[in-house]
């Protein structure tokens, strides 16, 4: 059954009001998804949340509009879905990510990053990296390696001059 002009308004307000919160939206087509795997997912993305939406691409465009967001959301093709992410740009990504590589019928088509249209080898990329904390172990160790070898160099001064020390003992007392 069609949608009434009120009920199309009270969508293209819902999507105007999730694109000002988000903080970063990936396009999947789903068409070919279970709906058990489109439970799954969704119940995964709530729990990182964001939260996945269908809508009809001309009614996301009216909304995208509104928010001053450009992009060809028409153009793109098949049954879009979109992933607002609300709290953690990355993390939902790497979860659509991973459902796609999982289950059959998912496929990311592009996102919405850092306020500018990505295609999905983009998204994909991000969704490659490591975790923030990872990267942040990493950068770590990255700093206090040149730093821990300084040391090393250092102790086998050291350590060269006791050996001396303790030969010339030896031998003083032999």
């Known amino acids: 059954m069609p949608k009434t002009k009120a009920q199309k308004e009270e969508?293209?307000?819902?999507?105007?009001?999730?694109?000002?919160?988000?903080?970063?939206?990936?396009?999947?087509?789903f068409a070919g998804l279970?709906?058990?795997?489109?439970?799954?997912?969704?119940?995964?993305?709530?729990?990182?949340?964001?939260?996945l939406t269908v809508?009809?691409?001309?009614l996301f465009a009216r909304a995208a509009v509104k928010k001053g967001i450009s992009?060809?959301?028409?153009?793109?093709?098949?049954?879009?879905?979109?992933?607002?992410?609300?709290?953690d740009e990355v993390l939902p990504m790497k979860t659509l990510y991973k459902a796609s590589k999982e289950m059959e019928g998912l496929k990311i088509l592009g996102g919405y990053?850092?306020?500018?249209?990505?295609?999905?080898?983009?998204v994909e990329a991000l969704a490659k990296l490591p975790g923030r904390e990872v990267l942040l172990g990493q950068l770590v160790g990255t700093i206090a390696n040149p730093l821990a070898g300084f040391v090393r160099?250092?102790?086998g001064n050291i350590k060269g001059l006791v050996v001396a020390m303790n030969a010339i003992v030896e031998k003083r007392n032999a």
């Open 34 to 51: 279970s709906v058990k795997n489109m439970e799954k997912l969704r119940n995964e993305l709530k729990d990182l949340g964001a939260r």
């Open 71 to 87: 992009a060809d959301f028409v153009g793109l093709e098949g049954q879009i879905g979109t992933v607002f992410a609300f709290e």
């Open 113 to 122: 990053v850092e306020q500018e249209a990505r295609g999905a080898e983009y």
């Open 11 to 29: 969508i293209v307000s819902k999507l105007t009001q999730d694109m000002g919160a988000q903080k970063s939206m990936v396009f999947v087509d």
């Open 55 to 58: 809508s009809k691409k001309t």
């Open 153 to 155: 160099v250092l102790e």
